[in-house]
């Protein structure tokens, strides 16, 4: 079965210092990848996706994201975290045999400690 | 640009009472639309889907139904509430171009059934 799994339910971090929010995937074929953020009681934002080319993805409010194909992951890095990043952070895959559907992993809640 | 309405923002209903949650999408045509519950602040259940007019895909048996009357409007409705229903729901659309979409999210209405 298609999935995506977020192991760390909650990750501290002292500003300025890096982070790394994990993700793992298990896809039939070519993995289509994304992380989301979501702030208290809002919508989940977009932070960015990886479609194939470059493994390194680069999207909004400075967050990246490595594919890793042989370890099958997609970890969420920023170098200097902000106080203002703390929010839950979704990883997500499209399923590949539905491709109107996408699959949520459960959250990561992300402290950024001033 | 595209944007994606959702009202009401937060809702009280009793036990038994009916439910309608809206969704609109301006700057798009023919977009997938979503309907998604979170519950608890983490993970996100997938509910109903919808490819095009009247095309209603159910992803779980549950209290809930869902219409789309016209292009770019989704409903989520319920005769009766049940006090599990009560959740954070997530609207939510995409546009068919490939396995690359990106799913955008509304910004979410708060049910509370007491």
């Known amino acids: 079965a298609q999935s995506v799994a977020q192991p760390e339910d909650q990750v501290n971090v002292a500003e300025g210092n890096p982070l790394t929010v994990k993700c793992t995937y298990s896809?039939?074929?070519?993995?289509?990848l994304f992380w989301y953020v979501q702030y208290p009681n809002r919508g989940l934002q977009f932070l960015l996706k990886y479609i194939t080319g470059d493994n390194l993805v680069k999207g909004s409010y400075g967050f990246e994201a490595e594919f890793n194909k042989s370890q099958t992951s997609f970890h969420l890095k920023k170098p200097s975290a902000l106080v203002s990043d703390s929010a839950l952070y979704f990883c997500a895959v499209r399923d590949t045999f539905r491709d109107d559907k996408i699959i949520f992993g459960k959250g990561t809640r992300l402290h950024i400690l001033p | 640009s595209q944007t994606i309405h959702q009202w009401p923002a937060t809702l009280v209903q009793p036990v038994g009472s009916p439910l309608s949650l809206e969704c609109t999408v301006e700057?798009?045509?023919?977009?997938?639309l979503y309907w998604y519950r979170q519950a608890a602040g983490r993970g996100l259940q997938l509910l109903f889907y919808?490819?095009?007019?009247?095309?209603i895909s159910s992803e779980v048996p549950q209290n809930l139904s869902a219409s789309r009357p016209q292009d770019r409007q989704f409903i989520l409705s319920s005769k009766k509430l049940l006090l599990s229903d009560s959740g954070f729901y997530l609207c939510?659309?995409?546009?068919?171009?490939?396995?690359?979409?990106?799913?955008?999210f509304g910004e979410g209405s708060w049910l509370t059934v007491v």
């Open positions: 700057g798009t045509s023919n977009p997938n």
């Open positions: 919808s490819v095009g007019i009247g095309q």
């Open positions: 939510a659309w995409s546009v068919l171009q490939g396995l690359g979409n990106t799913i955008y």
């Open positions: 896809v039939s074929g070519n993995p289509y």
